[in-house]
C-alpha cells in the first residue's frame, strides 16, 4: 500500500492535540510531530473535566497546536495528503471544534477529510507504534472507556465486553477523590500504592467468575467510600488494595475475553493482546497482564505512555488506514457525542 501523510487532530475530552503523521497499513508509522497540550490545569479546580471549558480552550489553542504541528513535521498544509479528526464520541462541544476546524483545512487545501471515531483510534494505535496484524484482542482501559474487543480490520469489531456502569479510569479518579488526592487520580494511586499493603482491606473483585467478558467498577468505588467513613483509613494501604481488586478484575474479564477471541480467531498461533487507553499507563496492570498473557500464549502489546494517554498521532494514522481503503468522509459528516464500534 502506499504511504500516506496525514494531519490529524483531537479534541473529544480535555487535551487540544495536533499531529502529522506518515505511513501505510500495517505500520509502524512515523511520527513526524505531535503536539499536546493538556487542559489539567483548567479543569483541575473542579475535580473533572468540565465540558464548557474544555470546548472553550480547544478554540483558543487549536489553531496554533496544527500550525506547530506542521512546522515541526517540516511539511506545509499543501503537502499533507489528507486531514483526519475525531469526530466522536466524545465532549460533544470539543468534538465539534476539532472537527470543524479539520473540514476548513480540508476546504481550503483541497484536501479530502476523514471523521475519525476516537475509540478506533485508540484500537489502532499498535499499529501505529509497532505494527500489530489483524485480527488482535484489544482492552481499551481510559477515563471514559472499559472494553474487551476483538478488533479485524478498520471498521470491524467484535464487542466481548463493556462496563456495565463505570470506566476503570473513572474508578481510579473516583477513589483518588475520596482520597483527598488530586485530579486525575490514576496515576496518584498508582505512586501511592506503591508503598502500600495491598492486603490491608478487603475490597470486592466485581464480576469475577461471570459468564461473559463484562465489567463493572461502582461496586468497587463505594465500597471504598464505605471504608473511608467508617474508620481512619491509610491511605497507601487502600490505594494498593484498590489497585489490587481493579488488577484482579481486569484479569479475570481479560481472560473470559481471551477465550471468546479463541473461538473466534482459532487459527492465530499467538495473537496480540493490545492494551490502550490512559489506564494501560499503569505499570501494576501492565505487570499481570503481561502474565496474564503468557500464560494464555498471546503476547502484550501496549503502546508506548505518549500513545495510550488522548493524543492527535492516532488520529493521524486512523487516516491513514483509512484512506487506504478510499474511506473518506463528506464535509458535512456529523459531529458525535455517543458511537460505539459495533
Ligand atoms: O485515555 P485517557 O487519557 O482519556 C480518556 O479517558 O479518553 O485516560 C485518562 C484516564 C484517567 O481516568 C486517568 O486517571 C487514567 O486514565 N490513568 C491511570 C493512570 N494514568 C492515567 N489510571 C491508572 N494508573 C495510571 N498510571
Ligand atoms: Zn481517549
Not at 11 to 16: A, I, R
Given at each position: 500500500m502506499r504511504a500516506w501523510t496525514v494531519l490529524g487532530i483531537e479534541?473529544?475530552?480535555?487535551?487540544?492535540a495536533a499531529a502529522v503523521v506518515r505511513g501505510a497499513p500495517p505500520g509502524p508509522g512515523e511520527i513526524l510531530s505531535d503536539i499536546i497540550f493538556s487542559q489539567l490545569e483548567e479543569h483541575r479546580p473542579y475535580g473533572g473535566?468540565?465540558?464548557?471549558?474544555?470546548?472553550?480552550?480547544?478554540?483558543?489553542?487549536l489553531d496554533g497546536i496544527v500550525e506547530r504541528a506542521l512546522k515541526e513535521a517540516g511539511c506545509a498544509l499543501s503537502?499533507?495528503?489528507?486531514?483526519?479528526?475525531?469526530?466522536?464520541?466524545?465532549?460533544?462541544?470539543?468534538?465539534?471544534?476539532?472537527?470543524?476546524?479539520?473540514?476548513?483545512l480540508a476546504l481550503a487545501a483541497a484536501k479530502p477529510l476523514i471523521a475519525v471515531n476516537h475509540l478506533e483510534a485508540h484500537a489502532f494505535s499498535a499499529r501505529l507504534s509497532e505494527g500489530v496484524t489483524f485480527p488482535f484482542l484489544l482492552l481499551l482501559v481510559s477515563g471514559g472507556h472499559c472494553q474487551l474487543l476483538g478488533v479485524e480490520g478498520?471498521?470491524?469489531f467484535k464487542l466481548y465486553g463493556?462496563?456495565?456502569?463505570?470506566?476503570?479510569?473513572?474508578?481510579?479518579?473516583?477513589?483518588?477523590?475520596?482520597?483527598?488526592?488530586?485530579?486525575?487520580?490514576?496515576?496518584?494511586?498508582?505512586?501511592?500504592a506503591k508503598t502500600g499493603n495491598a492486603r490491608r482491606y478487603d475490597l470486592p473483585r466485581p464480576m469475577r467468575g461471570r459468564q461473559g467478558a463484562d465489567f463493572s467498577f461502582s461496586g468497587l468505588k463505594t465500597a471504598v467510600r464505605q471504608?473511608?467513613?467508617?474508620?481512619?483509613?491509610?491511605?497507601?494501604?487502600?490505594?494498593?488494595?484498590?489497585?489490587?481488586?481493579?488488577?484482579?478484575?481486569?484479569?479475570?474479564?481479560?481472560?473470559?475475553?481471551?477465550?471468546?477471541?479463541?473461538?473466534?480467531?482459532?487459527?492465530?498461533a499467538s495473537p496480540a493482546f493490545v492494551m490502550a487507553g490512559g489506564v494501560a499507563s499503569n505499570g501494576a496492570i501492565r505487570t499481570a497482564l503481561a502474565a496474564l498473557a503468557a500464560e494464555e500464549g498471546f503476547t502484550l502489546k501496549v503502546p508506548p505512555i505518549r500513545l495510550c494517554t488522548d493524543n492527535a498521532a492516532m488520529v493521524a494514522w486512523v487516516g491513514i488506514e483509512r484512506a487506504g481503503l478510499g474511506l473518506f468522509d463528506p464535509l458535512d459528516a456529523p459531529a458525535r457525542a455517543r458511537w460505539p464500534l459495533t
Open positions: 479534541t473529544s475530552c480535555d487535551e487540544t473535566v468540565v465540558p464548557e471549558i474544555a470546548a472553550r480552550a480547544h478554540v483558543e489553542m503537502q499533507v495528503d489528507a486531514v483526519a479528526a475525531t469526530a466522536g464520541p466524545g465532549l460533544i462541544g470539543g468534538v465539534m471544534v476539532g472537527l470543524v476546524t479539520a473540514k476548513a478498520v471498521g470491524r463493556t462496563t456495565i456502569d463505570d470506566a476503570a479510569g473513572e474508578a481510579f479518579d473516583k477513589t483518588a477523590k475520596l482520597l483527598g488526592l488530586a485530579y486525575p487520580g490514576g496515576p496518584r494511586i498508582e505512586e501511592l471504608l473511608t467513613l467508617e474508620e481512619e483509613v491509610n491511605a497507601a494501604d487502600l490505594a494498593a488494595s484498590f489497585q489490587l481488586a481493579v488488577v484482579e478484575s481486569l484479569i479475570d474479564r481479560a481472560r473470559a475475553g481471551m477465550a471468546m477471541f479463541r473461538r473466534d480467531f482459532p487459527r492465530e
